[in-house]
């Protein structure tokens, strides 16, 4: 069964999900994370919780920084000009935020907005959130060498009964 909102603009996907649990926005926040990484068409399993909430307790802590006034511990006052405005347009300029500043696409960045649309900006910048082990950019890095290179080992690891054909994929050996 597919999710209706696979389909939606990146708007709905975030208004819906912000709705929802915050667990899931943060296991879709870890899936979205792999996803970026592997093949579309291989599936697999990873810890996409936990993987989700090092890449949340990392992006909160820079977006702080980036739209909290940290002495008065409220939204600086280009940021609380767009809370006071239209929902959709603080949406569209997390989306955009996000997206240009890490180079993330949107499988993370609408996850990791709706979050941020959950928590109201005004709740995230009245406490100052811990210093993560790993920055965004590393969290990104390290996602880059390590599970890139492993998918890629999984995905194109010898198994038996099945052989590479001259396009490299895999096909079944007939008998």
Request: proline share 6%; net charge positive; with cysteine.
């Given at each position: 069964?597919?999710?209706?909102?696979?389909?939606?603009?990146?708007?709905?996907?975030v208004?819906?999900?912000?709705?929802?649990?915050?667990?899931?926005?943060?296991?879709?926040?870890?899936?979205?994370?792999l996803?970026?990484?592997?093949?579309?068409?291989?599936?697999?399993?990873?810890?996409?919780?936990?993987?989700?909430?090092?890449?949340?307790?990392?992006?909160?802590?820079?977006l702080?920084?980036?739209?909290?006034?940290?002495?008065?511990?409220?939204?600086?006052?280009?940021?609380?000009?767009?809370?006071?405005?239209?929902?959709?347009?603080?949406?569209?300029?997390?989306?955009?935020?996000?997206v240009?500043?890490?180079?993330?696409?949107?499988?993370?960045?609408?996850?990791?907005?709706?979050?941020?649309?959950?928590?109201?900006?005004?709740?995230?910048?009245?406490?100052?959130?811990?210093?993560?082990?790993?920055?965004?950019?590393?969290i990104?890095?390290?996602?880059?060498r390590?599970?890139?290179?492993?998918?890629?080992?999984?995905y194109?690891?010898?198994?038996?009964?099945?052989?590479?054909?001259?396009?490299?994929?895999?096909?079944?050996?007939?008998?």
């Amino acid at each position: 069964m597919q999710d209706p909102l696979e389909y939606a603009s990146p708007v709905k996907r975030v208004q819906a999900l912000a709705r929802r649990s915050e667990d899931l926005s943060i296991f879709y926040l870890g899936e979205g994370l792999l996803g970026a990484f592997k093949p579309p068409e291989m599936r697999c399993k990873a810890p996409y919780r936990e993987m989700g909430e090092e890449l949340w307790a990392a992006l909160e802590y820079e977006l702080h920084q980036l739209l909290c006034d940290s002495a008065l511990r409220k939204p600086k006052d280009w940021t609380a000009e767009l809370i006071e405005g239209d929902t959709r347009n603080l949406i569209v300029a997390l989306l955009t935020l996000l997206v240009a500043k890490y180079e993330m696409t949107l499988a993370v960045a609408v996850p990791a907005t709706a979050l941020l649309v959950k928590k109201r900006l005004a709740g995230l910048c009245a406490k100052r959130p811990n210093r993560p082990k790993r920055s965004v950019r590393a969290i990104f890095s390290y996602m880059k060498r390590h599970w890139h290179a492993k998918i890629q080992a999984a995905y194109w690891a010898p198994t038996k009964g099945i052989s590479r054909d001259k396009h490299s994929r895999r096909t079944r050996k007939r008998r």
